[in-house]
């Protein structure tokens, strides 16, 4: 018998209704956690280098103008002097460290294990906030005030993301 010219677009519509009715009859529980984290392996890692970056820009920032005393270097143009360079030194240290850290947690993890970390670690919707709170910080002190404000905002938003974590 003669086929009608919409037949083919019937066909397609019918296949992707049964494909789509065979994916929710089939999908299991734990997939909807795995839309919310559709790669929790680079949701980490982006995670931990952040970390890195604000925790070693922190210490950086306290251990640079430290030094500068220990060497007898106690003008004030000096102490803001190391206190940039230390905090932008620990960041440098801290994005290198990050991505190295994480691959080295999550080498031989599968899929199911690193959601498994993350959900463990408390990585939700304050955590990912705390992260784009950290680049914006960072972005916005580099905009108003150059290197002191990237330092300053790096060192503020690990601050506000203790405070948080805790309250």
């Not at 209704?17 to 980490?44: A, C, L, N, S």
């Not at 803001?80 to 360079?85: K, L, P």
């Not at 999550?106 to 294990?113: G, T």
């Amino acid at each position: 018998m003669g086929k009608c010219s919409g037949g083919d677009e019937d066909v397609r519509t019918h296949f992707e209704r049964m494909r789509e009715f065979v994916h929710k009859k089939t999908r299991r529980p734990i997939d909807d956690y795995y839309d919310w984290v559709p790669r929790p392996g680079t949701q980490y890692c982006i995670h931990m280098t952040i970390r890195s970056i604000q925790t070693a820009a922190m210490f950086g920032s306290i251990l640079g103008p430290v030094s500068a005393l220990l060497r007898h270097r106690s003008e004030n143009r000096e102490l803001v002097d190391a206190f940039v360079s230390g905090g932008l030194h620990g960041a440098l240290v801290g994005a290198a460290l990050g991505p190295v850290i994480s691959l080295a947690t999550c080498k031989n993890m599968n899929r199911v294990r690193k959601f498994q970390n993350l959900v463990k670690s408390k990585f939700d919707h304050t955590q990912l906030w705390q992260d784009h709170i950290a680049i914006a910080s960072a972005a916005v002190g580099y905009i108003s005030n150059g290197q002191i404000g990237l330092v300053v905002g790096l060192d503020l938003s690990l601050l506000f993301a203790l405070a948080s974590s805790n309250w």
